[in-house]
T-cell receptor, first 116, second 111 residues
Framework: KAGVTQTPRYLIKTRGQQVTLSCSPI?????VSWYQQTPGQGLQFLFE???????NKGNFPGRFSGRQFSNSRSEMNVSTLELGDSALYLC???????????????FGEGSRLTVL | SQQGEEDPQALSIQEGENATMNCSYK?????LQWYRQNSGRGLVHLIL?????REKHSGRLRVTLDTSKKSSSLLITASRAADTASYFC???????????FGTGTRLTVIP
């Protein structure tokens, strides 16, 4: 069974630009969540999608958005990029998680974004 | 913040020694999980312990959970150079569908 696939793996953007990152979950997994990892803030939850619906959102500005398609693939978008958006963006998939009892997450290798 | 904290932040040991890292969290939980991350890569799930369990083993890993102290520990026995990585504890968000991750322990195993 193929793992979680994230594209692109590395990208460089300049301030003010926008970026779209893609995530293909493990086949059969309907929940996809996104995390931002930086040296200063660690791993921070961005949002979680299940059956094309955003169920939860972390404490990030509206410049960060996402969506999920009918085949469970997900994209996240960051508009008007700032230097502080430089980070490793990680996507994770799972079968389904009851609220408050999230089980094992399967992570992709991440997309390393550098904003200049 | 519900984010947990891990201790120590960094740990350096010789191959063959045991490594112990600790995690503290802030709210009541249904489970606690440990993940490993090799430098700049994705996270890999290691083990999940439920709130009604006190200890769990998986290969060379031993995890304990003390819900009264809101703490957990991960023991890696007979460490290998390949165990060099960052280790994170994670707890489910109350009422939501995400995990809160700790600050991580950077483990270096010297051959």
């Amino acid at each position: 069974k193929a793992g979680v696939t994230q594209t692109p793996r590395y990208l460089i953007k300049t301030r003010g630009q926008q970026v779209t990152l893609s995530c293909s979950p493990i086949s059969g997994h309907r929940s996809v969540s996104w995390y931002q990892q930086t040296p200063g803030q660690g791993l921070q939850f961005l949002f979680e999608y299940f059956s094309e619906t955003q169920r939860n959102k972390g404490n990030f500005p509206g410049r960060f958005s996402g969506r999920q398609f009918s085949n469970s693939r997900s994209e996240m978008n960051v508009s008007t990029l700032e230097l502080g958006d430089s980070a490793l963006y990680l996507c994770a998939s799972s079968m389904s998680n009851p609220p408050g009892n999230t089980g094992e997450l399967f992570f992709g290798e991440g997309s390393r974004l550098t904003v200049l | 913040s519900q984010q947990g904290e891990e201790d120590p932040q960094a740990l350096s040991i010789q191959e063959g020694e045991n490594a112990t890292m600790n995690c503290s969290y802030k709210t009541s939980i249904n489970n606690l999980q440990w993940y490993r991350q090799n430098s700049g890569r994705g996270l890999v799930h290691l083990i999940l312990i439920r709130s009604n369990e006190r200890e769990k083993h998986s290969g060379r890993l031993r995890v304990t959970l003390d819900t009264s102290k809101k703490s957990s520990s991960l023991l890696i026995t007979a460490s290998r150079a390949a165990d060099t990585a960052s280790y994170f504890c994670a707890t489910p968000s109350s009422g939501a569908n995400n995990l809160f991750f700790g600050t991580g322990t950077r483990l270096t195993v010297i051959p």
